[in-house]
């Protein structure tokens, strides 16, 4: 448990003043905590803290908090962006053990590599001095559980929209290729393009080609680039 200068909620315990009777207190949260609260967990607002614990000695160096906490947050909706309000219900339980405490060393292999059982009871954290912060610990259980997507009861996203077969198609390029081949039928056996002031050329289907190919030149008076066809 790292503790900070200045908590957003604190509730300091000597720990010469715990014996191994658990001692039961109640903890709440004021009006200046609870918009600092808000701020830490990035929150619209928090209306209330509360939590009744248990606060007794463990082995010999450490101590343990049991209890459970309560608080109710306001948060934004992630799918209409209206306010959410959030009743947190959550019990608390950690081992708090003097910082160098060999309580709170982990076991090691030989080859010095860290053991953590994900089924196993959590990792004792640890403190320095002589006094422990039940409110920080109280905190973290709290912003442990607020939900990072809030959502209003019955609130959901759009439809997704997903495109057709058809419209994946890409068009192709050579389909303004393919009109203009048809262009060329409708305009009749043959067709006059203009090449120069007085020269233009005559195009007639070729069979053996498959397209259109020149079969000679004449003069014509046109301006440049006017496509003519002959009847």
Known sequence: MKQESKSAFSYPVKVGHISA????VHV???????????????VDGVSSLAADLQIAR????????????????VQTCVVTLEPVESDIREPVEA??????????????????????DPDGPDLPDTFTGD???AGVVVSEHVALAIDPYPRKPGAAFGERIESSAADDERPNPFAVLKDWKKGLKR???????RLSRRRKAVFWPDSSQGAVAPRHCMPAPLSEGTWIAAA
């Open 28 to 42: 709440s949260a004021n009006d200046a905590e609870l918009r600092a609260l808000a701020k830490l967990w990035r």
């Open 21 to 24: 009777n658990p001692v039961t």
């Open 95 to 116: 081992i708090l053990v003097p910082e160098g405490s060999r309580l709170a060393r982990q076991a090691d292999t030989d080859g010095g590599e860290m053991i953590v």
């Open 131 to 133: 006094t422990i912060d």
């Open 187 to 193: 305009l009749g056996p043959r067709l006059t393009i």
């Open 58 to 73: 463990w082995k010999k160096d450490g101590v343990k908090i049991k209890g459970e906490v309560r608080a109710h947050i």
